[in-house]
């Protein structure tokens, strides 16, 4: 089932259904071990559409993006994907031109076993940093999971497909939705991976999304961006973008169901809340991460100020600290947003600080809190997930970001490993 | 004595000398007990310079600028300050138009006390953020730092001031240098504080330069500011600037020693090697810090870039943790720089990363390492000091940052505290 967050409620119109990217008519998914993981551990994953589909992608924009990315995005037909194939134990980054090639020929070879052109398989690879991928067992792999894509999509299937691309998660992240439209029922499938830019160099944040409604590539393109704009571009665990991010759907209309407006408008607010719900089960899972704080900014000069006075809170180790602590320590909070601001952004402040309920700081100044509220803010600092907003003094413009504490376990998992 | 760092040497015609920021002719300080902070501490102090002075200041950019910076900065002569009035354990910061008028306070009684006028004075606050100042204590206070300072320069008295601008600082950060100049000899006096932005809200840095050399402001300011940017300006405990950071410098020419160039270049050379000393032990002196990195990186676009690719690597947690646990963990600089570059920078990639004398990484791949290489390495990273250079491919600007790791103790240093 989809991890649903209080942050991410499900839409009127969607329901949690079984299964992942195989619910939705038309996908198939493998997942099998071959051997760069440890133990038989499952380590590579194929997904197919039956059909053509329309298909739509993100990448990190991280100028050391590993070769699948370059791959992908630069040489694939990211609009008429049908295949993704992927591997995990092995990110494929700063591995130079052997690595490009290395991508290339897992590639070839799934094209070759599914019997597409190239240009419609998309790579993706996720672990340690800075080591060759171990073709002779990636090549046998990829012609074992081609040979173990079922006849149908089941959903053992793709829980296969979610096991080979985890690495470090503690959780699984997966799920399906079923979206009722005016026109009829369509499905969205969906895989996940990640946990920050993790413990061993591990690199990081894979998302996959199976969709059976008939739309076109634009319009899915569109809400692909969109949601995840609203969520995994949302999110910071240590503010570190990883060098393997990648969001890939494919959308292959298997249904029979065209959304017209309003179909569309509720397959749009079913994946937004999905990609949010997976985001947060990333920022739950975050390294040593012991609870979510959701943060927005109002009262901001224009969006991108907003989004900048967010992170710069959101990434402060004195204020992950503190939440870690349970210490609704505000000064903490006003002094990153200033530092954000910078000189010129005094007009913004003073600022009005709210943890949940209970306004904490007025004005720029420490509200006087009764006995009553400062029982409620005790309890909120003990909450699992945490509401907070800062409002400044400025034109209007919001923005909001999801962000985890900062713990000894994060210290731990981060320091105690040796390359 | 002046801390030093191996990063920070000693240039050829400057000698570490006794006292503090007395040892320049013609400067007075004092610290006393006014009871801001418990137990009897030294928590009030003054520095005077007996005649008049030229001076330069930098302060925070932090939006979020504490009262007595805001006073200083907006209403002070900084260009003819001639004395200084600085609390510790309260840091006047985020307490509205009250903490202004306290401020002011503090400023026209030291005024009244040294019979100057307003505009000679500067006032300096480090402490608690969020608190008002208990002007009940501070005002005796003043009166008791004024009658305190001694009829000439001592230095117990410059020790008493800078206990008193300590607040969690494990080590005292002062000390003296004589310059030997074509002309003759002056002298430079320190006192500094702060241990990154730090636990309790502490905030945070202070620098306090006396000199006794005959330098015109204009010149004096392009010392100072010099100084200040390639010290305090490039190092990072956690990223986050403080509400309160200032840097005054007080020039009296008492000395009556005039430099000509050869001996201005000297008093420089001085400067800049005492801040970069004070600078690198604040960042030994940060939370949990158990080692100083110094960070250059080379082949840069242009300036600004190579700054911000430094930071982004220095402040990231990942490279952080990876320096606590003694692990040579190249992938997470990749990772970091490449964030910081982004997706059009890819053209400044493949970087090479050395430590110390051992390239680690070549053109964005691993290097092949002997035996003896890593072991050398092994060795460096168990250095309290460690040298990384990153050579980027670009045109060739460079920048230089120096950081510490992150670890166990400062979690727990900023997570236990509770507000």
Chains 1, 2 share one sequence.
Request: proline content about 5%.
């Amino acid at each position: 089932m989809l991890p649903i967050s209080r942050f991410a409620p499900l839409p009127q119109h969607a329901r949690s259904v079984g299964g992942g990217l195989t619910a939705p008519k038309g996908f198939l998914a493998a997942g099998v071990a071959s051997g760069v993981k440890k133990r038989g551990k499952l380590d590579l994953g194929l997904v197919l559409s039956e059909q053509p589909a329309v298909s739509a992608a993100t990448f990190t924009s991280n100028a050391a993006a590993a070769a699948p990315v370059r791959l992908t995005r630069e040489t694939s037909d990211c609009g008429h994907l049908r295949a993704v194939v992927v591997n995990a134990g092995n990110a494929n980054a700063c591995t130079g031109k052997q690595g490009l090639a290395d991508a290339a020929r897992m590639r070839l070879l799934t094209a070759n076993h599914l019997r597409l052109p190239v240009e419609q398989v998309a790579v993706c690879s996720t672990g340690l940093i800075g080591v060759h991928l171990p073709m002779e067992k990636i090549e046998p792999g990829i012609g074992a999971a081609a040979a173990a894509l079922p006849a149908g999509g089941d959903a053992k299937a793709s829980e296969h497909f979610s096991a080979a691309i985890r690495t470090t998660d503690k959780h699984a992240k997966k799920g399906a939705l079923e979206v009722v439209m005016p026109e009829g029922k369509v499905k969205l499938g969906f895989a996940a991976k990640g946990c920050g830019m993790i413990s061993p160099n591990m690199a990081t944040m894979l998302c996959f999304v199976t969709c059976d409604a008939v739309v076109d590539g634009a319009v899915w393109t569109e809400l692909l961006h969109g949601a995840v704009d609203a969520s995994f571009n949302r999110i910071t665990v240590d503010g570190q973008e990883s060098t393997n991010d990648t969001v890939l759907g494919l959308c292959n209309g298997a249904s029979g169901v065209k959304p017209g407006e309003e179909g569309l408008a509720r397959l749009g607010q079913a994946l937004d809340a999905a990609l949010l719900a997976l985001a947060l089960s990333i920022v739950a899972d975050g390294e040593g991460s012991t609870r979510t704080m959701k943060l927005t900014i109002t009262g901001a000069k224009d969006e991108g100020r907003a989004e900048a006075v967010a992170r710069a809170v959101a990434n402060s180790p004195l204020v992950k600290t503190a939440f870690y602590g349970r210490d609704p320590n505000w000064g903490r909070i006003m002094q990153a947003l200033g530092q954000a601001l910078g000189r010129d952004g005094h007009e913004h402040l003073p600022a009005c600080i709210s943890y949940e309920d209970v306004v904490i700081v007025e004005k720029g100044q420490p509200a006087a809190l009764g006995e009553a509220q400062q029982g409620r803010l005790a309890e909120i600092m003990h909450q699992p997930e945490i509401d907070l907003t800062v409002a400044l003094n400025g034109p209007g413009a919001e923005a909001t970001i999801y962000f985890s504490d900062l713990t000894h376990d994060y210290v731990t998992l981060n320091a105690e490993y040796s390359t």
